[in-house]
């Protein structure tokens, strides 16, 4: 049976999603160096420089579970079962505000001087969006397929 375009897509998508996650960590892991936060944490009380490490090794934790569970699940997202469709929700709702929070709170001024600074933020803004529309996108072909009564509720 061949599959629609929309199926492909996704297929496609999904895999791109689930490995631009591990390319968010590659850079993550980059921060703490080139942001030089060995002086700037060390300004701060030993709780709140734990609670930073805490949190954002919460976030990695977070990024990795994300990651792994579109691979893994790749097909369960696909098909569009209740509980991957409400995955793609909470995934696709934490990138789009990601996006959000960027644009909204923090400044231009804000992040480090340099090309190197301006380029990357702009890929990582890029694949954080790429995430969110992927995510958002899913559950609206997903809903839009049940209304249509081509996939059932489950």
Known sequence: ?????SYRFFDIALWLAG???FVILFASFQVPFQL??????????PFNRKLLWV???FTVL?????????????????????????????????WTTRVLVDALY???HDW????RFVVGHFLLTLLFSCLALTYIALVAWHLSRRWSGLLPLR
């Open 62 to 94: 977070t990024i990795i579970a994300f990651g792994l569970l579109t691979l893994v699940l790749h097909r369960e997202f696909i098909e569009g079962g209740r509980t991957a469709t409400g995955l793609a929700i909470f995934i696709g709702t934490y």
């Open 19 to 21: 490995a631009g996650h």
């Open 112 to 115: 480090p001087p340099g090309r």
């Open 55 to 57: 949190q954002g090794g």
């Open 36 to 45: 030089d936060w060995r002086r700037d944490l060390a300004q701060l009380k």
């Open 106 to 108: 923090f400044s231009h």
């Open 1 to 5: 049976m061949i599959q629609p375009w």
